[in-house]
């Protein structure tokens, strides 16, 4: 597998990641993105570091730094919310509306019944999603999010409890798989990193094969 380059320079590398390769190495084992790290090097004598995580299932884009000094700047943005992040989600419904923003705080719970997840919890910690209507998909929905916060699981549950349905395809928080979805239908479409004297990072990651079979279109 080649994993196509969106973003290259000498300190950042961003990659459209493919929905189903993990970030890091499943407990069961199998390939994950360390397998790959070594032909991104790039003539680099270093293997590039990713700066966040995606959920398997997610596709597009993901920051990979080259040196560390690039990983601890990066790191930093991330903390300060100085990095711009939009993803396109095909909902199992309709949106209460056509945008909004959602305020959500979340926490993780665990059972022995359905392992973990995250809830909305008063206590919690404090997540905050932008969202706009894209365009109709027969019963459901595509619709853009900007995250203000990257909690875990921040849209899949912001989606169930902030648009009253679960992302198409969502094993956890939906109904699981459905026609023409094989896994939660969630793209990471663009990211932008802002560095002072520097030109940003900018990257865009055009929408999988599987979006454009349920009807999703750039745009």
Request: glycine residues 10%.
């Amino acid at each position: 597998m080649t994993l196509p380059i969106l973003y290259e320079d000498g300190e950042a590398l961003v990659i459209d990641k493919p929905a189903g390769l993990p970030v890091d190495r499943p407990r069961k084992g199998g390939m994950c993105l360390d397998d790959h790290l070594d032909a991104l090097k790039l003539g680099f004598l270093r293997r590039p570091v990713a700066v966040h995580r995606l959920d398997t299932d997610t596709s597009g884009c993901l920051l990979l730094a080259r040196n560390p000094k690039a990983l601890a700047r990066f790191n930093k943005s991330f903390e300060e919310r100085l990095v711009g992040k939009t993803y396109l989600a095909i909902l199992a419904g309709r949106p209460p509306g056509t945008q909004g923003t959602i305020e959500l705080a979340l926490s993780k719970i665990s059972s022995e019944e359905k392992g973990w997840r995250m809830i909305p919890a008063k206590k919690g910690k404090p997540a905050v999603s932008h969202w706009e209507m894209v365009g109709e998909l027969g019963p459901h929905s595509l619709i853009r999010f900007r995250p203000e916060t990257g909690r875990t699981h921040q849209l899949r549950v912001h989606a169930l409890s902030g648009l009253g349905a679960a992302l198409l395809g969502d094993p956890v928080y939906g109904a699981g798989n459905a026609p023409g979805a094989k896994r939660t239908m969630l793209h990471a479409e663009s990211l932008t990193v802002t560095r002072p004297g520097k030109t940003p990072i900018e990257a865009r990651a055009a929408l999988p094969a599987d979006f454009r079979a349920l009807g999703a279109h750039d745009g």
